[in-house]
């Protein structure tokens, strides 16, 4: 059902966390992905991660808000490979939980720049190659606190559900040209392991295990890739501007 073999998959903010489990586990699968992040040192660090693991792959630094610089990113794939046929649009900064009374501007520009105004700017990038090829897949990363209007993550939040918004617009727009439109929620230990995490982040993550159906949290390679792989794949050709959470369920707890 996930056959990935020799497609080429764009999966943007792919240095660490979900972005490169997916690349781990899509380019297991058999995948030729193209990865981003904005850092030089992490990019060259996660392609050097990529070439042991033998995964065919290009790895570009590209911030996901600058429209010219995701063009020129999937130029470079279609040059290399001929053609694009996947987007996991993956990549969005992210500013300290912070409470509504107190959000900046800037805090607001730089979700809504990385969030919705960057996934645009990758979905316009491939649906023109992919039209033409009469088939493509993207997937498009949400949050479920965006559902529940989590306290502190305001921007986030809103910025998120613009992303769903724009989910749903996509999957009318080309549903007819082969291309289907699909959002994951996903839930992951990233955060709560992640040096950088402020320690509000960490505590909100390690509450929302507390009373879990599940009881974990979750693993991008082998509990949120799996997902996207099968929405990547030619046999979820009949869903379309869907939300569905890879999260073990914690959406109902929380
Ligand atoms: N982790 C979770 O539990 C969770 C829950 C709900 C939703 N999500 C969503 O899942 C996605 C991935 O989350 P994550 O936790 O894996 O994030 P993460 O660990 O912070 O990693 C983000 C990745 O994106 C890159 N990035 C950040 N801003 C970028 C930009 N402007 N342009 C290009 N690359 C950029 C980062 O590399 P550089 O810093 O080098 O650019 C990094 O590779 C996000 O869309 C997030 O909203 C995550």
Redesign the pocket.
């Known amino acids: 059902m996930s056959d990935l073999r020799d497609r080429v998959i764009l999966i943007?903010?792919?240095?660490?966390?979900?972005?490169?489990g997916l690349a781990r586990h899509l380019g297991g699968l058999g995948a030729r992905v193209l990865i981003?992040?904005?850092?030089d040192e992490?990019?060259a660090a996660a392609s050097g991660e990529l070439d042991g693991l033998g995964v065919e792959h290009l790895a570009v630094v590209?911030?996901?808000?600058d429209r010219e610089a995701m063009l020129a990113v999937v130029a470079e794939a279609v040059e290399r490979w001929g053609r694009i046929d996947g987007l996991v649009a993956?990549?969005?900064?992210?500013r300290p939980v912070t409470p509504l009374a107190d959000v900046s501007a800037a805090d607001m520009d730089l979700l809504f720049d990385?969030?919705p105004k960057?996934t645009l700017w990758s979905m316009q990038a491939v649906v023109p190659h992919m039209t033409s090829a009469g088939w493509g897949r993207i997937v498009t990363?949400?949050?479920?606190?965006g559902l529940t209007g989590a306290a502190g993550y305001g921007p986030?939040a809103a910025s998120?559900e613009a992303i769903r918004s724009l989910t749903r617009t996509a999957a009318n727009e080309w549903g007819r040209d082969g291309i289907t439109v699909n959002c994951v929620?996903?839930?992951?230990a990233?955060?709560r392991l992640?040096p950088e995490s402020s320690p509000e982040r960490k505590a909100a993550?390690a509450a929302m295990y507390e009373n879990h159906p599940i009881g974990r949290d979750?693993d991008?390679e082998l509990d949120i890739a799996p997902l996207v792989a099968f929405l990547l794949s030619d046999g979820s050709r009949y869903v379309t501007g869907q939300t569905i959470g890879a999260d073990g369920g914690g959406i109902m707890r929380a």
């Open positions: 943007t903010g792919a240095t660490k966390g979900i972005g490169l981003t992040g904005r850092r992490r990019v590209a911030d996901v808000s993956n990549a969005q900064s992210f990385t969030g960057g990363m949400g949050t479920s606190m986030y998120n929620l996903p839930a992951s990233a955060h992640d993550f979750g991008p």
